[in-house]
Nanobody
């Protein structure tokens, strides 16, 4: 499984970005994968932003993402999106896409500890200025 993130950039607070995670070596027909967006700011631990199950499409959002971010999938292109609205300076971080075949609960996988041993992309930088 290979993951490639794109869509990051430098934006003003209050604006939007859409991150894209393009996945190869994986099919959304496989129902035991969880794919997630995680972020890591300098000096901070990796944080789960939002995760989605490949089978039933169930989603989980971390506290920082609720009400502002939306995770979605496109089975035709094997991609996972993270639409980020009303961005804040504290959203500044490198955003990573991770995936793992797992029976973990969504909330558990969508954490620094639960997401260990995942396949990871190279990350995409998001910088939000005030």
């Amino acid at each position: 499984v290979q993951l490639v993130e794109s869509g990051g950039g430098s934006v003003q607070a209050g604006t939007s970005l859409r991150l894209v995670c393009s996945i190869s070596g994986f099919s959304f027909d496989e129902d035991d994968y969880i794919i997630g967006w995680f972020r890591q700011a300098p000096g901070k631990e990796r944080e789960g932003v939002s995760c989605i199950k490949s089978g039933d499409g169930a989603t989980f959002y971390g506290a920082s993402a609720k009400g502002r971010f939306t995770i979605s999938t496109d089975k035709a292109t094997n991609a996972v999106y993270l639409q980020m609205n009303n961005l804040r300076p504290e959203d500044t971080a490198v955003y990573y896409c991770g995936a793992r075949s797992t029976r973990f609960e969504l909330y558990y996988y969508c954490s620094a500890f639960g997401s260990r041993d995942s396949h990871w992309g190279q990350g995409t930088q998001v910088t939000v200025s005030s």
